[in-house]
């Protein structure tokens, strides 16, 4: 069974940064296309950034381009998301997601992402 687990949520302010990961069991941790997704209150949960099966390429929205960066450490099972210059529209639950199939790396579309972590709350205040 793939299970999913992220942390690393907190309050921080304007300007500052958070690092959240999510650590992978179960099927072969390498073959999973991962992402990262957030959502606000009221709002639809939207796409924020993914990685390939193989670790090799990465994909960001248009919003987060520049700021965050994700990255994995295959030894330690664990996806990370490092976030940058953070702003108040950043606030949002945070959630990891896995899926099963490769050709789904990079998708934004949160149906195509199979396993999904409990989220982590960012918070970051004005």
């Known amino acids: 069974q793939v299970q999913l687990v992220e942390s690393g949520g907190g309050l921080v302010q304007a300007g500052g940064s958070l690092r959240l990961s999510c650590v992978v069991s179960?099927?072969?941790?390498?073959?999973?296309?991962m992402g990262w997704f957030r959502q606000a209150p009221g709002k639809e949960r939207e796409f924020v950034t993914a990685l390939s099966w193989n670790g090799v390429s990465t994909y960001y929205a248009d919003s987060v381009k520049g700021r965050f960066t994700i990255s994995r450490d295959n030894a330690e099972n664990t996806v990370y998301l490092q976030m940058n210059s953070l702003k108040p529209e950043d606030t949002a639950i945070y959630y990891c997601?896995?899926?099963?199939?490769?050709?789904?790396?990079?998708?934004?579309?949160?149906?195509?992402?199979?396993?999904w972590g409990q989220g982590t709350q960012v918070t970051v205040s004005s």
């Open positions: 179960g099927r072969t941790f390498s073959s999973y296309p």
């Open positions: 997601a896995a899926a099963e199939e490769k050709y789904y790396s990079g998708s934004t579309n949160r149906r195509n992402y199979r396993y």
